[in-house]
């Protein structure tokens, strides 16, 4: 029998080894580049308030989506969280995931060589795409392909 990868720990060891050689990737970038996009975050007329509404204590977060980044880039097995029952309530929908993504890919080439940001672009775009497929299930909308979630306007704020 095989073991699923989360389990298989020197396959997992292996496959972060060969991403951390392939694209320069380590703990240091990605609290880099976590911290700085946040701080773009934080600063944003429309994301910004979603966050400050939700978010007193910044570092826990932080920390939190290093390890979340780890996870998702190095494969590193280091968040445990459920991103998408994190994101449902939100009252967020196409426009603030476009601009997330705006902010994140700004970010990321910024402080990333390009291999690493385009590795990490990447990731962003199938995760924001995750989210908002889920939210939009969430209110009984079923998006087809290429169409987007919009909420009302009033709801969006």
Known sequence: MTLPIAHD????????????????????????????????VRQDALLGPVFAARIADWEPHLQRMCAFWSSVALMSGRYHGQPMQAHLPLPIDARHFDRWLALFEATARETCPAKAADHFIERARRIAESLELGIASSHGVLLAKGQRFRRDHDEAR
Do not use: H, N, Q, W
């Not at 997992?12 to 701080?39: C, N, P, Q």
């Open 9 to 40: 720990v020197p396959r997992r060891a292996e496959i972060t080894d060969r991403i951390r050689r392939e694209t320069g990737i380590d703990d240091g970038m990605i609290d880099r580049l976590v911290r700085s996009f946040y701080d773009r």
